[in-house]
């Protein structure tokens, strides 16, 4: 799917005005970064990187793109501009990046990329489609496991509402990135090693009538030293002890209790049932217990049960105060630390909420709203060009915020005395790097009463060689993924609470040295035109 012709067409023109012109060859180097943390956030998490760099490792066009591109041009372009086409690939370009899983901030290059300016441009589209989604929605996931917290366990179960099958594979892929524990999705499993999860729908609890459909009832005990020749009529025994304790539920319903049987029957050991078929405490909970009770007589462990509607809080709540009158009445240790799952359409707002109200769940399914971002549609990545043959350049708006932050530079992250990072600073290539202990003066890039001194008391770089092209500059290791992840995690840990909060977060600070400062401004009254009042 990701191949040259995951492209706009605008690349391909410009890339033959280039060739036309003789400029193809110019050495450009582009700025990948965005203007506005998402979800009225004040951080991004950084994805997408390890995409890119295995694209740009097999950027060819095939003899049957070329002849496409050739089609889709005018008339008037030049067989010469093919057989460049022809010949290109990415041998000749850099690419400087943070690492992938990092905590990022608006108008910070995500990637430096350098290289022959008509091949740089053709990467252009690629890297933006590559990182908008996947910073999007690791951001999205970070904040889940934020509001959530780090004792519960986060589900991703949006396969069946995401945007088409790649839009499905990317979302599990980083929402486990973001902090997410497992998915549902068997495909992403296999793919990137992300641990699965899921048990049944309500389809497979209404598919029973009755007991009578389970015609196999023996089941092994755990140990193997005997089998339970009955196992249905263990349940049966279980369900009548805990009607007879409780009194609050009379009958409850057998085709549900069927299913949670038949399906303890194939999976002992990771018994998870879900509960909100028919009624959740009058039946789904004691059939639950039932079951998981009769397991536990035979030396299985069961998971726990999943609500998928209701009064997740209330119900929640009525469920562990079951469970633990379960485990004082008849014994049975940790039966009241059963496991808890909640799904039905949750997202950051819910679990705010549930917090709030106060909650037994212990683990949440999320779906549609984590892997769509409902609540903001892209990240608004941008690659602008910011220096042509060694001559910085700059890209000027009426609104401030759209100014690009000319020439190749160096980024660092400042740390203070408690540890945690003060702010990003951007200097020219050139500059001397910041010092620890040394005092640097910090400046807004555009607004001139904004600036501060720095002490800081550790010094982090934050863009590194991820594809050398011909330089011989050492390449970093792409990490895997589950390393990417660890790093996302440690970093958001790292960061000061008033940055990371979902009401009224404080700005992280991101600035630039004093020279490029007066360098942007001098750059800025060269490049824009004098008006003249008559």
């Known amino acids: 799917m990701v191949t040259p012709l995951l492209n706009d067409l605008y690349q391909f023109t410009m890339a033959y005005a280039y060739w036309k012109s003789g400029k193809h060859q110019e050495r450009a180097v582009f700025d990948l970064y965005f203007r506005k943390n998402p979800f009225?956030?004040?951080?991004?998490?950084?994805?997408?990187?390890?995409?890119?760099?295995?694209f740009i490792a097999n950027f060819r066009l095939s003899e049957e793109e070329i002849n496409f591109v050739r089609e889709s041009l005018s008339t008037s372009c030049e067989d010469g501009f093919f057989d460049y086409l022809r010949g290109i690939d990415c041998s000749d370009v850099e690419v400087y990046a943070i690492p992938e899983g990092s905590v990022v901030f608006p108008k910070i290059p995500l990637l430096r990329v350098?290289?022959?300016?008509?091949?740089?441009?053709?990467?252009?589209?690629?890297?933006v489609n590559l990182i908008n989604y996947a910073s999007l929605v690791s951001t999205n996931a970070a904040r889940h496991r934020k509001v959530a917290g780090k004792s519960k366990t986060l589900l991703e179960f949006g396969l069946r509402r995401a945007q088409g099958p790649d839009g499905g594979v990317g979302a599990s892929k980083y929402c486990y990135v973001g902090g997410f524990d497992a998915t549902s999705n068997v495909a992403a499993g296999k793919l990137f090693g992300i641990p699965l999860r899921g048990t049944h729908s309500h389809a497979f609890v209404s598919s029973y009538m009755?007991?009578?459909?389970?015609?196999?009832?023996?089941?092994?005990?755990?140990?193997?030293?005997?089998?339970?020749?009955d196992f249905v009529s263990l349940v049966q025994t279980w369900l009548s002890k805990i009607q007879r304790l409780n009194g609050v539920f009379g009958e409850?319903?057998?085709?549900?209790?069927?299913?949670?049987?038949?399906?303890?029957?194939?999976?002992?050991?990771?018994?998870?049932?879900?509960?909100?078929?028919?009624?959740?405490?009058?039946?789904?909970?004691?059939?639950?217990?039932?079951?998981?009770?009769?397991?536990g007589d035979l030396g299985y462990k069961p998971v726990g049960i999943r609500l998928d509607s209701g009064d997740l809080a209330y119900l929640s709540c009525q469920a562990r105060k079951f469970f633990c009158s379960i485990e004082k009445e008849f014994g049975v240790p940790e039966f009241g630390k059963v496991s808890i799952t909640a799904s039905n359409d949750l997202n950051e707002e819910t679990l705010d909420a549930l917090n709030k109200q106060g909650h037994e769940v212990d683990a949440f399914g999320i779906g549609t709203y984590l892997v769509t971002c409902y609540a903001q549609a892209a990240l608004g990545v941008v690659f602008k060009l910011v220096e042509i043959n060694n001559q910085p350049r700059i890209k000027l708006s009426e609104d401030v915020s759209k100014v690009s932050i000319?020439?190749?530079?160096?980024?660092?992250?400042?740390?203070?005395?408690?540890?945690?990072?003060l702010v990003d600073i951007m200097t020219g290539e050139n500059e001397p790097s910041p010092k620890v202990g040394e005092r640097i003066l910090c400046r807004h890039p555009f607004q001139e009463s904004k600036r501060a001194y720095v002490v800081p008391q550790h010094v982090e770089e934050l863009l590194k060689c991820y594809w050398p092209g011909s330089s011989d500059k050492k390449?970093?290791?792409?990490?895997?993924?589950?390393?990417?992840?660890?790093?996302?995690?440690?970093?958001?840990?790292?960061?000061?609470?008033d940055h990371m909060r979902k009401l009224n977060p404080t700005p992280y600070k991101v600035s630039v040295s004093a020279k490029l400062y007066d360098f942007i401004h001098f750059l800025w009254l060269n490049e824009a035109p004098v008006g003249e009042l008559q």
């Open 40 to 54: 009225g956030g004040e951080y991004t998490v950084f994805a997408g990187l390890e995409e890119c760099i295995k």
């Open 210 to 229: 009755s007991l009578d459909e389970i015609t196999d009832k023996s089941l092994r005990r755990k140990d193997g030293s005997s089998t339970c020749e």
């Open 475 to 497: 390449r970093e290791t792409l990490p895997p993924l589950r390393d990417i992840r660890e790093r996302c995690i440690k970093q958001l840990e790292q960061m000061r609470p």
């Open 406 to 421: 000319p020439c190749k530079k160096r980024c660092y992250r400042l740390y203070g005395k408690e540890g945690y990072p």
């Open 114 to 127: 350098e290289g022959p300016v008509a091949v740089v441009q053709l990467l252009e589209t690629p890297f």
């Open 252 to 295: 409850t319903n057998q085709s549900e209790l069927a299913a949670f049987t038949s399906y303890a029957l194939a999976f002992p050991d990771t018994f998870l049932a879900l509960v909100d078929t028919y009624d959740v405490m009058r039946s789904g909970i004691p059939n639950f217990c039932a079951v998981a009770l009769a397991l």
